[in-house]
């Protein structure tokens, strides 16, 4: 057995509280998860962007979380006001409280089908009647699984059937597999390669296979209409944002150097270079956003009954992004 690198991704940094839109006692809480496909955030706070681009009458306090769904709840309750996270999660809540909106894209790619090793899976069609793990119930990769699926005739279920989803913090994806609780993972990096690596997991389809592939979009940023309605400061935000991903794209090493240290000042846990450094080559970061490509996510939630309507109209807004560009 090959000893299972972990750290947790539920550390909350600090717990900040939205203080209005003026005065010097204005604060803005930035929400996101502490792995690559944040690589974005990440870069933005350790380099200072947010610092410089929203001045000193701005206060920025953090809040990381492991899933989606939390993510979003924390914004439904003003506990963020903007960050990064899946569209997956988004877009449930916004069919059904339209105060959410996608304001530039973050990450392309970035999540895999990892198969295990003991399950015999070696096609899609071999999942038929196993158990694959998701980060949680109608998250991205959840939604790209069902995507996948639908190549081969399978459906997914979280109540047994064809395919069995099973919700599992992707950090104990690797000892899900090492003691046999589920036979495939479909998850983001750098876990999918640490499935690989660590617990001798089998690559069912690669980021550049998995559902739309290199087009799938795993990360966006994500703010509350509030938030969005300052156009000052969703302006500073993405501009800030920007730079960030334009620093990744020409400093790729000193990225995932960058990312390496936020994790372990965090967690106190270190993640291992040649992981991080495969697990990049498996994304791309970008503003863009494939909103056609969000627009069938939303047609697959509704057949998987998360929401009751795919209309999405109005939840993708790259106007103030556009004008910064």
Known sequence: MKKIVQFSLSIIVIIGVLAGCSGDDDTVTIGYFPNLTHIASIVALEQGYFEEEFGDDITIDTKTFNNGGLFMEAMQTDEIDVGTVGPGPLLNIYVKNPEFHIISGAVNGGAVLVANKESGIESLEDLDGKKVA??????????????????????ATSSGGTVELHAAAPADTPTLFIQDSVDAAATQEP??????????GNLLLGWDEFAWGEESTNTVVAASSEFKGNEELSEQYLQAHNRAVEFVQENPEEAQDLVIQHIKDLTGKEIDKEETEVAFSHLQVTTDVNEQVIQEMADISKDAGYVDSNDIDGMIDLSILEGIK
């Not at 876990?191 to 001798?200: D, H, N, P």
């Open 134 to 155: 998701i980060p949680v119930i109608g998250s991205t990769q959840d939604v790209m699984l069902r995507k996948a699926l639908q190549e081969v005739d399978l459906e």
């Open 191 to 200: 876990w999918g390669y640490i499935l690989e690596t660590q617990a001798e």
